[in-house]
C-alpha cells in the first residue's frame, strides 16, 4: 500500500462521515471527483493495480448488494461508494479490515441506544462515520507495523 495516498484522502473521509452524521447522505458531489482523483493518482503510481482495484469493488459490493436486496432503506448507496473510495487507497485486504472495524464500532454504539431506547429497530444511524474510524484505524494501524 502506497503510504501517502491514503493520509491525503482522510479529510475526505471525515468530511464525507461529518455530511453524513448532519443529513445522513454522502454527497456525489464530494465522492465522485475524489475517487477519479484518487483513483487516477493510484493508476499512475501503483506498479500493481490489483490490490486496489479489488479494494475499490470489494468495498462497493459490501454495501451494494444489502442495498440491492434489502432495498435502500436500510444501507444507502453513499455508504457504498464512500466505501469504495476507501478502497482505492487501502486496497485489499485493508478495505475488509476497515470494514469490520466499522460495522463492529457501529454496534458497540447502537447496543447500547438499543437497549436504552434511544434507538429503535427502525431508526437511521448513519454508517460514515463510523467508516471513517474504521479507515482511520486502519491507517494507524499500518503506520505502526511499518
Same mark, same amino acid.
Do not use: C
Given at each position: 500500500?502506497?503510504?501517502?495516498?491514503?493520509?491525503?484522502?482522510?479529510?475526505?473521509?471525515?468530511?464525507?462521515?461529518?455530511?453524513?452524521?448532519?443529513?445522513?447522505?454522502?454527497?456525489?458531489?464530494?465522492?465522485?471527483?475524489?475517487?477519479?482523483?484518487?483513483?487516477?493518482?493510484?493508476?499512475?503510481?501503483?506498479?500493481?493495480?490489483? !490490490?486496489? =482495484?479489488? $479494494?475499490?469493488?470489494? #468495498?462497493?459490493?459490501?454495501?451494494? +448488494?444489502?442495498? *440491492? @436486496?434489502?432495498?435502500?432503506?436500510?444501507?444507502?448507496?453513499?455508504?457504498?461508494?464512500? !466505501?469504495? =473510495?476507501? $478502497?482505492?487507497?487501502? #486496497?485489499?485486504?485493508?478495505?475488509? +479490515?476497515?470494514? *469490520? @472495524?466499522?460495522?463492529?464500532?457501529?454496534?458497540?454504539?447502537?447496543?447500547?441506544?438499543?437497549?436504552?431506547?434511544?434507538?429503535?429497530?427502525?431508526?437511521?444511524?448513519?454508517?460514515?462515520?463510523?467508516?471513517?474510524?474504521?479507515?482511520?484505524?486502519?491507517?494507524?494501524?499500518?503506520?505502526?507495523?511499518?
Amino acid at each position: 500500500m502506497n503510504l501517502w495516498l491514503p493520509w491525503a484522502l482522510l479529510p475526505v473521509v471525515w468530511y464525507a462521515a461529518y455530511v453524513d452524521f448532519r443529513t445522513h447522505k454522502i454527497p456525489n458531489r464530494l465522492v465522485y471527483p475524489a475517487l477519479i482523483l484518487f483513483g487516477g493518482v493510484q493508476m499512475a503510481i501503483q506498479p500493481h493495480r490489483g !490490490a486496489f =482495484l479489488v $479494494g475499490m469493488v470489494a #468495498g462497493f459490493l459490501f454495501f451494494f +448488494l444489502p442495498s *440491492l @436486496i434489502l432495498g435502500a432503506k436500510f444501507v444507502g448507496m453513499g455508504d457504498a461508494k464512500l !466505501a469504495a =473510495l476507501m $478502497g482505492v487507497t487501502l #486496497g485489499w485486504p485493508g478495505i475488509l +479490515l476497515a470494514i *469490520l @472495524i466499522s460495522q463492529f464500532t457501529a454496534l458497540v454504539i447502537a447496543a447500547p441506544l438499543l437497549l436504552l431506547k434511544r434507538l429503535t429497530w427502525k431508526s437511521s444511524l448513519p454508517l460514515g462515520p463510523f467508516l471513517a474510524v474504521g479507515y482511520t484505524l486502519v491507517l494507524v494501524g499500518v503506520h505502526l507495523w511499518i
